[in-house]
């Protein structure tokens, strides 16, 4: 992020899929900081969620609430606001939900986004940031890290329906949108995303961060599954540059539009590492108790390079293991404790503006 401030955003109009979702608000909320128009597209926050609500960002966007399965809608939505950029992360998110609800995980993820790219296409919108998952590429089983031209697939629904969403983009891409230069279109990747505001079931750090706070037992699976953990904040800003060399005409089209944005080798931990670090960090003792994972598959080794994205955008992680939990467990307390969001939420990004 060195050398950007992202200024390009300050008054642009920009659409954000999935603004009530966790990487969603904190984009949402550091475009409303640079002083872009930001229009969020997404479902009702979910009851549990805090993010959108405490960021106060239902007054701070033009927020619409909708399904992005009706394209009729989201056209309306489209043609009326007419975005300078486009920004999708909107989307079911987590693979246990993909084995209770398969077939609501592929409509959204994979119609859901083909109706984002048909949008763009019937509209000309200039710009679009297309973000599916580190888990769209085929898990071989390697010990080593994917990279972007790696075969996609995936055993599981949520892992397929990413690989689906990749495969729609390119072909959207080479069918429709190459042939037009004026048009800037990327579909990203990234690790497992943490940090302050995440509250969804399933999911490693709001998990153990519910156990602490309400002190209930803390139980994990797969303690041993490595995972490319990173801040919130490293992905988002990956979108953010991206985006900004994009309206700015500044990437070669000879570089194909499919960047992953994974943290650095080191931060690839196991799942007991990243719990260990978080109880430390919460400053009590807390018992983990080891249960057996009968209800679904997960991969057990999975990273994604970054060197590309660091060549190609200037782009790096900023942030060490030790400092990606502090943060994220100082936003929670922050949260529940002094109930002060807004100010957290600010200082975080301004933090990690200035490493
Ligand atoms: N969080 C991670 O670790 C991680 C890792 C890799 C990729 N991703 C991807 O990044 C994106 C954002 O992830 P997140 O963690 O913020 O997810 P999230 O579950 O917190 O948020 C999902 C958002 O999508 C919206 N949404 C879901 N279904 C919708 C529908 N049918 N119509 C309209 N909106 C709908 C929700 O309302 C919400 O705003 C997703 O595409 C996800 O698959 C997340």
């Known amino acids: 992020m060195r050398n950007s401030s992202l200024k390009t955003y300050k008054n642009l109009k920009v659409i954000v899929t999935g603004s009530t979702g966790f990487k969603g608000a904190w984009l949402c909320f550091w475009l409303y900081l640079i002083g872009a128009k930001v229009v969020g597209i997404s479902l009702k926050p979910e009851k549990n969620s805090i993010l959108f609500k405490k960021l106060l960002l239902q007054k701070k966007i033009k927020q619409f609430y909708l399904d992005i399965r009706n394209f009729k809608k989201l056209n309306q939505i489209i043609k009326k606001e007419k975005p300078d950029i486009i920004f999708h992360l909107a989307a079911q998110s987590v693979v246990s939900e993909s084995y209770i609800n398969p077939l609501p995980t592929m409509t959204t993820n994979v119609i859901g986004s083909a109706n984002i790219l048909e949008g763009v296409r019937v509209n000309k919108i200039k710009n679009l940031v297309y973000i599916t998952s580190d888990k769209c590429y085929l898990n071989d089983g390697r010990k080593k890290s994917y990279f972007e031209n790696d075969i996609l697939g995936g055993e599981d629904l949520y892992s397929a329906s990413k690989a689906c969403a990749e495969l729609t983009f390119e072909a959207y891409f080479k069918s429709f949108l190459l042939k037009n230069k004026k048009l800037s279109f990327a579909t990203t990747r990234a690790g497992n995303v943490i940090g302050g505001g995440d509250m969804k079931k399933d999911r490693i750090v709001p998990d153990v961060i519910k156990a602490l706070k309400n002190k209930t037992s803390l139980e994990i699976r797969n303690p041993n599954a490595t995972r490319p953990w990173q801040h919130v904040l490293e992905p988002v800003s990956g979108y953010l540059r991206l985006g900004e060399l994009m309206i700015n005409k500044k990437i070669s089209s000879s570089v194909k539009p499919n960047w992953n944005f994974g943290p650095n080798i080191i931060n690839n931990k196991t799942v007991l590492e990243v719990v260990k670090e978080i109880i430390s960090c ?24 970054n060197i590309k994205a660091k060549k190609e955008l200037n782009w790096s992680p900023s942030l060490n293991f030790n400092e990606t939990i502090k943060m994220t467990v100082e936003w929670y307390k922050k949260c529940f404790f002094e109930n002060n969001i807004e100010e957290i939420t600010t200082k975080q990004i301004e933090y990690f503006l200035n490493k």
């Not at 919460?282 to 994972?293: E, L, M, Q």
């Open 282 to 305: 919460w400053g009590i003792k807390k018992k983990i108790n080891i249960v057996k994972n009968k209800n679904f598959k997960e991969a057990k080794l999975l990273m994604i390079s």
